[in-house]
């Protein structure tokens, strides 16, 4: 039997953004050997730069790719990838919460830590996994990227390195801190659920490939279109069991018990860019595989993902109300969010899916500046991000209090700021389809999260402050809470442009 291998396909130029990540990432992992190199300053400039050379390429290819319009066909590298506006918006995401888990390192790791490059090359292996699965055409390509940001993260959450030296060993439990001991907790949470959530999501493909016979995202819509066989009990349980796995990385109720733990645990920097980072290449594969692959099953998915929706929603929005650690909050208010999210899934459509992606973009903006204000004022032990940290912060740095009730009002939906608008065409999303009375428990799980969100604004202005230290804002920090204001005003004012860029990147 000859074995051919085609070549026709094999666009690298349209890989180039990842391949630069992965070069990036091998690079500052050789020259940390070397004493000369191996100092922060140097890995973060070369990380930066990476990632910034990525970011602009992807955008170039944006430009370029394959779309309704064009006609070409986007898979690649024998279908198991697939090269589209769809997979490049989202790399684009994901390279900008690159960049600012990398302008955090200024704390992370400390000088005197021996893996400064195993941090910074963790996190641009985290980056190009999941770029990797925004572009799997493939259920064993989504695998294959998913766990490669999975480890990677899994490593990054127990990264003890603001407190520790990189070298503390289970006889040195005395002498750590409890920051220390909250990330190693937090990596094996993580660890043990992440596999278990892995292994539902790998039998739920496995059951999937048995009942149609292929693992091509496209080619599964094809044959359930055109193979009435196809619609058998073995793919209804495996989309059922993807569904699970996948809920898992986007933290929807009832799979979202080990977030609030996790994020608490793990380096603030880690906990940003999981929130967002995460929830994007997670969400790129959950629309491309229930908007194309399982589309013809939609009477058979739609009312499970209905229900975790609203569930997700309600419990996210009503469990924040009772945390006093700011972190945690922001991982209760990260899951309501997957929630909103998950409304784009459901309303099935052109729409739905482009709402996802404006939500995905102004999401980012507004956690990442609230992280970045929560990195700026954090302490230490148990209490280093108590809520009430934030007491009199108005008094304090007025630049700081005014970001944070910006974000505030933008993460609890208020007009005229970008969260907002993510919400409205979500909400009309669903709508358009038909689902009113998604969008009307949508609306009150909305009004529920105003509460918590506006604590944190009284707290900062009505409230006389109780610490004396003085706010050093790092440049980099003081960059990306400036970009993010901008950002949310911005889209907040014209939302219609990046809108219409969201409608143009979705091809199905």
């Not at 997979?87 to 704390?107: E, P, T």
């Not at 400390?110 to 893996?115: I, L, R």
């Not at 013809?296 to 945390?323: C, D, H, R």
Request: with cysteine.
């Amino acid at each position: 039997m000859e074995f051919l291998i085609d070549y026709s396909d094999m666009k690298w130029t349209a890989l180039g953004p990842e391949l630069i990540v992965l070069m990036t990432a091998f690079a500052l992992l050789i020259l940390g050997l070397f004493k000369t190199y191996d100092n922060r300053p140097f890995l973060c400039n070369g990380a930066l730069g990476g990632l910034g050379i990525a970011w602009l390429y992807s955008a170039l290819l944006w430009r370029s790719a394959p779309h309704d319009h064009l006609g070409a066909e986007p898979e690649i590298f024998s279908n198991a990838l697939i090269y589209d506006r769809f997979s490049q918006s989202f790399n684009l995401l994901i390279l900008a919460m690159g960049v600012f888990a990398i302008l955090a390192s200024y704390r992370y790791p400390k000088s005197d830590n021996e893996n400064k490059s195993e941090y910074f090359t963790l996190v641009l292996m985290a980056v190009a996994g999941m770029m990797f699965l925004a572009k799997a055409g493939t259920l064993i390509t989504a695998f294959v990227a998913l766990e490669v940001f999975s480890i990677a993260l899994y490593i990054l959450c127990g990264f003890s390195a603001k407190h520790g030296t990189g070298t503390e060993g289970p006889g040195d439990s005395e002498k750590l801190t409890w920051e220390c001991k909250a990330s190693q907790e937090s990596t094996v949470k993580y660890l043990l659920t992440g596999a278990f959530a892995s292994a539902i999501l790998v039998y739920g493909m496995a059951l999937v490939y048995v009942g149609t016979g292929t693992t091509e995202i496209r080619g599964i819509a094809k044959l359930l279109h055109s193979n009435p066989y196809s619609h058998n009990t073995l793919v209804y349980i495996g989309v059922g069991l993807m569904f699970a796995g996948l809920a898992f990385k986007v933290s929807a109720v009832p799979f979202h018990s080990w977030t609030p733990d996790v994020y608490q645990g793990a380096p603030t920097p880690i906990t940003a860019f999981m929130s967002v980072a995460t929830k994007a290449a997670a969400f790129a594969l959950i629309a491309r595989v229930f908007s194309v692959s399982f589309h013809e099953l939609q009477y058979i998915w739609m009312p499970v993902v209905f229900g975790v929706s609203v569930i997700t929603m309600i419990v996210g929005n009503t469990a924040a109300i009772f945390q006093t650690d700011i972190k945690r909050m922001l991982a209760f208010s990260g899951i309501a969010h997957a929630g909103y999210l998950l409304i784009g899934i459901v309303a099935n459509s052109h729409e739905g899916v482009a709402s996802i992606l404006f939500y995905l973009a102004v999401y980012l903006f507004m956690n990442v500046g609230a992280f970045a204000i929560v990195l700026t004022l954090e302490g230490q032990g148990s209490e280093g991000n108590s809520i009430l940290r934030l007491k009199g912060l108005s008094k304090r740095n007025p630049m700081l209090a005014g970001a944070m009730a910006l974000f505030m009002v933008s993460l609890a939906g208020i007009p005229p700021t970008a969260g907002f608008f993510g919400k409205l065409y979500l909400f009309l999303a669903a709508i358009q389809e038909g689902y009113h009375l998604l969008a009307i428990l949508a609306v009150i799980a909305s009004m529920i999260a105003v509460y918590f969100y506006l604590r944190v604004i009284v707290l900062m202005y009505f409230h006389d402050e109780e610490s004396t230290e003085t706010i050093e804002i790092n440049k980099g920090m003081r960059a990306v809470i400036m970009v993010s204001m901008v950002a949310v005003l911005v889209f907040g004012l014209f939302p219609s442009t990046l809108m219409s860029l969201a409608k143009l990147s979705v091809p199905f």
